[in-house]
């Protein structure tokens, strides 16, 4: 006779890699093969007396409640899913096939761990999510949160950042930055010593232990609470540059990332950096396509765009604004004596003067050849137009030292007022330019406004 009637044959139970339980109506496990120390870490011993309600997850418990019913009325449950607690204290995913036996009034599970599995789908769908994410951004703060909400399914990820590096002027910057004792740092050059300087100038993942952390941490005399015990640092590279760096970091010392963690991090990098890259490439081809490349200063394009912006505010405030339109005297000339590289000095020099005379709300803007424009945004009066364009005069007028040489040119300006002078940009430009001739045949060196009104500046 069997000496176990739950089991006909326990020795060949054991020696399966699934898990065979048996349990009462109320789900009480009755006997357990031995497999349940590789699928739940506890031997058979330690599970028989317990429930299986107690060693389940609290969101599963409902549903398989439910199921139980069903399972208990002859009802078999050949493929159903839940995750029980393991001894170390984290979740293995089962899928379970149970039936319920009459006769002994028990229920007997099969149980398989399908943890790996279940991890590769999650992983799997994380990475198409980032993957697609990365593909479609347009907001890289909307990016770097995406990823932080989905690698935080995947790895202990509440502390993370993302550090970006402009190699040009050896700035560290921090876009994203989510920590749970720090603030993000400010932006600057990179300090050698640290973990994320050695990411960025080796270009190489760098995964650092509670041991090897905690032992740095007491040698400095530091509290380990507010330190770090695993950080896991990966570069972002594209092509073989490095623009910056994705980190994740644990305050835990009973946590410790994983090479695993490292291969996955990795990857997202790799779709990070992608992104960023690309909006790096649209921002500059955008910025090229509104710019003039010498002076750096708005092109006519950019420039007619912030009026038209402009026009809509002050319509709508009922307020004016302003349109200076200028040239530099006898610029033809010194172009012609001291070569072409002597002019686009002057024409910087002249723009960042021009610069300097106006507010931040107001642009300036090249034309074309040694034309620019400024607008005035937001004045009173005329007045305040005169008051910029007395300024202007002072500063283009005084001496340029380009190469050796000391030149004089002096600048022509016209000024057209909203809604005085014209009542959309095309007007407001048009007459501003017939102005400058104006002011230009007048002498040149003063400003006109639409039709009269000439000033002078004081040569002293």
Known sequence: MNPN??????????????????????GRFLSVSAASERVFGYRPEEMIGRTTFEMMHPDDRDAILALVEKINAGQPAPDHENR???????????MWATRWLE?????????RDITERKHAEARQRALYAISEAAHSADDLPALFARVHEVISGLLPAENFFVA???????????????????????????????????????????????????????????????????????????????????????????????????????FVSSQVAAAVERKRTHSRLEYLAQHDPLTKLP????????????????????????????DMDNFKQINDTFGHSTGDQLLREVADRLTQCVRESDTVGRLGGDEFAVLLDGISRHEDAATVAEKILVALSSPYNL?????????????????????????LVRHADGAMYAAKRSGGKCYTFIPESVGTVNNG
């Not at 029980?84 to 089962?94: E, M, Q, S, W």
């Not at 994320?196 to 270009?203: D, F």
């Not at 032992?215 to 896991?232: C, D, I, M, N, V």
Request: charged share 20%; hydrophobic share 40%; with cysteine.
């Open 299 to 326: 092109n006519r394009a950019l420039f007619l765009d912030r009026l038209h912006s402009s026009l809509a505010r002050a319509r709508r405030d009922s307020i004016r604004l302003a349109v200076l339109y200028l």
């Open 403 to 427: 190469e050796g040489a000391t030149l004089v040119s002096a600048p022509s300006v016209g000024i057209a007022v909203y809604p005085d002078h014209g009542e959309d940009d095309a007007q």
């Open 84 to 94: 029980y607690r393991h001894k170390d204290g984290h979740y293995v995913h089962i």
């Open 164 to 266: 970006l590096y402009d190699v040009v002027d050896d700035q560290l910057s921090f876009p994203y930055y989510v920590d749970q004792h720090d603030s993000p740092p400010p932006p600057g050059q990179l300090v050698p010593g640290t973990s994320i300087a050695r990411v960025v100038r080796s270009a190489e993942a760098i995964l650092l232990t509670p041991d090897m952390t905690g032992q740095r941490h007491r040698k400095k005399g530091k509290p380990a609470s507010k330190h770090s015990f695993s950080w896991l640092g990966v570069p972002l590279t594209t092509g073989p540059d490095v623009i910056g760096a994705l980190v994740v970091q644990s305050y835990s010392d009973s946590l410790s990332y994983t090479a695993q963690d490292q291969a996955l991090l990795q």
């Open 5 to 26: 009637p739950h089991i006909p044959n326990e020795k060949l139970l054991d020696l399966l890699l699934d898990v065979v339980c048996v349990v009462d109506k109320d």
């Open 103 to 111: 006769a002994e009034q028990v229920r007997v599970g099969v149980a």
